[in-house]
């Protein structure tokens, strides 16, 4: 929601420094206070990717009902499974998990019987930064109708930021902390994290981040994760070494492909060897090139943008740039259940888009300015489950050292249970030299 200026009237976005129309200093309202949710009661961590016969198709905005149900009833059959196969799951929890699953199936089929055939998916990410006019003083982004920048108040001289080609990409250097942690729970990590220079022709350099929360028993889950780490990083390195893509659409193709190789690479591995079959593995990538990142994104590990000067367009300190691609997420989305419940719902971690599980995969991909200040931070649902959206804030960008905000994020994780594997990527973006 914008604000107004006190001096002119103009309209002003909340977080905004100084009137971009008169360049007058505003009133700043304090932080928002945030509180920490409450411990989640600790339960055995349960993990599943759906197979393509179970595939859950969103075709633009809306979802199929039947489709829903469908993943929901095999939901359920995982469960009924795992009672039968496996003594990691008790007879309580597979029953307290189906009954849940009954009432959303129930509420499901009700909606059905009422007449609707889709739901529309409500839950959109945030449109980031609209801000085409850098500040020359300060290296702010601002509208393109701003006179004065809204972070220094310095007077713009308002050349676009980002035409095809028009303007050389800032100088911008980067401060990388990678970190994962088995947690409190499991035996093994299965995450896998890697960060690492790219070299580009004409000697530029891109830099890689990339999550990936692996799922399989025994050690394929571990094996699921760093095959898609490795390939994608080999197919970035190969590909990038010789051309160049000009454009945020060619970085996006070339991250799809990457993926998509490691997609091939790990099906094939998981029907190639009984012991691999059925693993699978979350991929999320970040590469940063010039004052441009790009992100590719399968499953729920997820990829934010902070900065406390606001990266959305109403100036909210953080943006996840990444749809989970799991059936709480969908669940939310319709109302069936809320984000607080997604977070310790059994099926949390059950996914309806992952690498490996089919021959075929659909990639997320998008790309988002950068500017000095800027945290690039991907995580590992192992984070997400404990710590909330305003803690990463809190912490990311209040403690200067990516390496001791990433260990402190997953310590935070571990003292409220550390259920799961937690992977922490930390970017810190800094104005180089021009
Ligand atoms: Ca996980």
Same mark, same amino acid.
């Given at each position: 929601?914008?604000?107004?200026?006190?001096?002119?009237?103009?309209?002003?976005?909340?977080?905004?420094?100084?009137?971009?129309?008169?360049?007058?200093?505003?009133?700043?309202?304090? /932080?928002? /206070?945030?509180?920490?949710?409450?411990?989640?009661?600790?339960?055995? /961590?349960?993990?599943?990717?759906?197979?393509?016969?179970?595939?859950?198709?969103?075709?633009?905005?809306?979802?199929?009902?039947?489709?829903? %149900?469908?993943?929901?009833?095999?939901?359920?059959?995982?469960?009924?499974?795992?009672?039968?196969?496996?003594?990691?799951?008790?007879?309580?929890?597979?029953?307290?998990?189906?009954?849940?699953?009954?009432?959303?199936?129930?509420?499901? @089929?009700?909606? *059905?019987?009422?007449?609707?055939?889709?739901?529309?998916?409500?839950?959109?990410?945030?449109?980031?930064?609209?801000?085409?006019?850098?500040? /020359?003083?300060?290296?702010?982004?601002?509208?393109?109708?701003?006179?004065?920048?809204?972070?220094?108040?310095?007077?713009?001289?308002?050349?676009?930021?980002?035409?095809?080609?028009?303007?050389?990409?800032?100088?911008?250097?980067?401060?990388?902390?990678?970190?994962?942690?088995?947690?409190?729970?499991?035996?093994?990590?299965?995450?896998?994290?890697?960060?690492?220079?790219?070299?580009?022709?004409?000697?530029?350099?891109?830099?890689?981040?990339?999550?990936?929360?692996?799922?399989?028993?025994?050690?394929?889950?571990?094996?699921?994760?760093?095959?898609?780490?490795?390939?994608?990083?080999?197919?970035?390195?190969?590909?990038?070494? $010789?051309?160049?893509?000009?454009?945020?659409?060619?970085?996006?193709? *070339?991250?799809?492909?990457?993926?998509?190789?490691?997609?091939?690479?790990?099906?094939?591995?998981?029907?190639?060897?009984?012991?691999?079959?059925?693993?699978?593995?979350?991929?999320?990538?970040?590469?940063?090139?010039?004052?441009?990142?790009?992100?590719?994104?399968?499953?729920?590990?997820?990829?934010?943008?902070?900065?406390?000067?606001?990266?959305?367009?109403?100036?909210?300190? $953080?943006?996840?740039?990444?749809?989970?691609?799991?059936?709480?997420?969908?669940?939310?989305?319709?109302?069936?259940?809320?984000?607080?419940?997604?977070?310790?719902?059994?099926?949390?971690?059950?996914?309806?888009?992952?690498?490996?599980?089919?021959?075929?995969?659909?990639?997320?991909?998008? $790309?988002?300015?950068?500017?000095?200040?800027?945290?690039?931070?991907?995580?590992?649902?192992?984070?997400?489950?404990?710590?909330?959206?305003?803690?990463?804030?809190?912490?990311?960008?209040?403690?200067?050292?990516?390496?001791?905000?990433?260990?402190?994020?997953? @310590?935070?994780?571990?003292?409220?249970?550390?259920?799961?594997? %937690?992977?922490?990527?930390?970017?810190?973006?800094?104005?180089?030299?021009?």
């Amino acid at each position: 929601m914008n604000a107004r200026c006190p001096s002119c009237g103009a309209t002003v976005m909340p977080r905004s420094r100084f009137c971009p129309t008169c360049g007058r200093a505003l009133p700043q309202s304090p /932080p928002r /206070p945030s509180a920490p949710p409450p411990a989640a009661p600790v339960d055995p /961590p349960i993990e599943g990717a759906l197979t393509n016969s179970k595939r859950l198709q969103i075709s633009g905005d809306t979802l199929d009902l039947r489709e829903l %149900i469908n993943v929901v009833e095999s939901s359920v059959r995982w469960w009924q499974r795992g009672l039968s196969s496996s003594d990691a799951v008790t007879r309580e929890q597979a029953a307290r998990a189906i009954d849940e699953l009954s009432q959303i199936m129930r509420s499901l @089929s009700q909606q *059905l019987a009422q007449g609707r055939t889709t739901i529309r998916i409500t839950r959109r990410l945030p449109a980031l930064r609209a801000f085409e006019v850098v500040c /020359p003083s300060c290296g702010g982004g601002n509208r393109a109708n701003a006179r004065f920048c809204q972070r220094c108040g310095a007077l713009l001289n308002a050349a676009p930021r980002y035409g095809v080609g028009s303007v050389q990409p800032r100088a911008l250097t980067f401060h990388v902390a990678a970190r994962t942690d088995t947690g409190r729970v499991r035996q093994q990590n299965q995450d896998a994290v890697y960060t690492g220079e790219i070299d580009l022709p004409g000697q530029q350099k891109a830099y890689l981040c990339l999550v990936a929360d692996g799922m399989g028993g025994a050690a394929a889950g571990e094996y699921a994760s760093r095959l898609a780490a490795d390939v994608s990083r080999a197919y970035l390195e190969q590909e990038s070494s $010789s051309r160049l893509p000009l454009t945020d659409e060619a970085w996006q193709a *070339l991250l799809r492909d990457a993926v998509r190789a490691a997609n091939r690479r790990i099906y094939d591995a998981a029907h190639a060897d009984a012991a691999h079959r059925g693993m699978g593995t979350t991929l999320t990538i970040a590469l940063l090139v010039g004052d441009r990142l790009h992100i590719a994104s399968v499953g729920d590990s997820r990829a934010y943008l902070l900065n406390l000067n606001g990266v959305t367009d109403d100036g909210a300190p $953080s943006a996840q740039l990444t749809s989970d691609h799991s059936l709480v997420a969908r669940l939310v989305d319709i109302g069936q259940l809320t984000p607080e419940q997604a977070r310790t719902h059994p099926q949390r971690n059950i996914l309806y888009r992952s690498i490996g599980t089919d021959p075929s995969v659909d990639v997320d991909t998008r $790309s988002e300015g950068l500017e000095p200040g800027d945290i690039v931070l991907l995580c590992s649902d192992g984070l997400v489950n404990h710590v909330s959206d305003e803690e990463i804030v809190q912490i990311a960008c209040g403690e200067p050292d990516p390496d001791r905000a990433a260990a402190r994020l997953i @310590s935070l994780a571990n003292e409220r249970g550390g259920r799961d594997n %937690i992977s922490v990527v930390m970017v810190r973006v800094e104005g180089g030299r021009q």
